[in-house]
């Protein structure tokens, strides 16, 4: 299944209400077999279908025992105020990750590398909500895109947000190897 983060590329072969509809089916013991055969796609087109919507409840953490582990590391705070966790990636491996508080707009950030231009921030240790929201519009497309509107529509946007710009596209940029892992807190 060809990915469409950013819009670009093969477009998706079944709608969303469809994939939502399918899934619900297979959850209830339908085989990939039988749905492929009824929505006229391939079994390995749907098969991609059920390992992206796998990958997307991974993400997403229903216990503050389960949010709490994933941030040990964050010490000196309580996770559980941080309902969005933002790991910063170079390909596969994590550069900086950033727990955010968007009622409160805090952050707090730890820094898993030494190279400065693999981190979120820089050289910055303690980023302000202005720096992240810097951040964010650095990892989207610019706003004064001339073809901004039809983008923000393949995004299903109304309007220009850089957090669900990011959140939809996980922040990748053309010729760039870094992108941004969310994960969401959902108690």
């Not at 929505?39 to 503050?64: A, C, D, P």
């Not at 933002?86 to 898993?112: F, G, H, P, Q, T």
């Given at each position: 299944?060809?990915?469409?983060?950013?819009?670009a590329?093969?477009?998706p072969a079944?709608s969303?209400?469809?994939?939502?509809?399918?899934?619900?089916?297979?959850k209830?013991?339908?085989?990939?077999?039988?749905?492929?055969?009824?929505?006229?796609?391939?079994r390995?087109?749907?098969?991609?279908?059920?390992?992206?919507s796998?990958?997307k409840e991974?993400?997403?953490?229903n216990?503050?025992?389960?949010w709490?582990?994933?941030?040990?590391?964050?010490?000196?705070?309580?996770?559980a105020?941080?309902k969005v966790?933002?790991?910063?990636?170079?390909e596969?491996?994590?550069c900086s990750v950033?727990?955010?508080n968007?009622?409160?707009?805090?952050i707090?950030?730890?820094?898993?590398?030494?190279?400065?231009?693999?981190?979120a921030?820089?050289?910055?240790?303690?980023?302000?909500?202005?720096?992240f929201t810097?951040?964010l519009?650095?990892?989207?497309?610019?706003?004064?895109?001339?073809?901004?509107?039809e983008?923000?529509?393949d995004?299903?946007?109304?309007?220009?947000?850089?957090?669900?710009?990011?959140e939809r596209?996980?922040?990748?940029?053309a010729?760039?190897?870094?992108?941004?892992k969310?994960?969401?807190?959902?108690?």
């Amino acid at each position: 299944m060809a990915k469409n983060e950013r819009g670009a590329g093969r477009k998706p072969a079944l709608s969303a209400e469809k994939v939502s509809m399918i899934l619900s089916r297979h959850k209830a013991g339908e085989t990939v077999t039988a749905l492929a055969k009824e929505y006229g796609i391939s079994r390995q087109v749907l098969s991609g279908y059920l390992n992206q919507s796998n990958e997307k409840e991974k993400e997403n953490y229903n216990t503050v025992k389960s949010w709490e582990r994933l941030n040990r590391a964050f010490t000196h705070i309580n996770p559980a105020d941080y309902k969005v966790r933002m790991e910063y990636m170079c390909e596969d491996d994590c550069c900086s990750v950033i727990l955010v508080n968007k009622e409160a707009k805090e952050i707090e950030v730890i820094n898993e590398t030494d190279h400065l231009l693999h981190r979120a921030f820089g050289m910055k240790a303690r980023p302000t909500w202005e720096d992240f929201t810097a951040f964010l519009k650095s990892r989207c497309f610019p706003q004064d895109r001339e073809d901004m509107e039809e983008i923000l529509a393949d995004l299903s946007l109304d309007e220009y947000d850089p957090f669900t710009i990011v959140e939809r596209t996980g922040g990748r940029m053309a010729g760039d190897l870094q992108w941004i892992k969310i994960r969401k807190f959902k108690a």
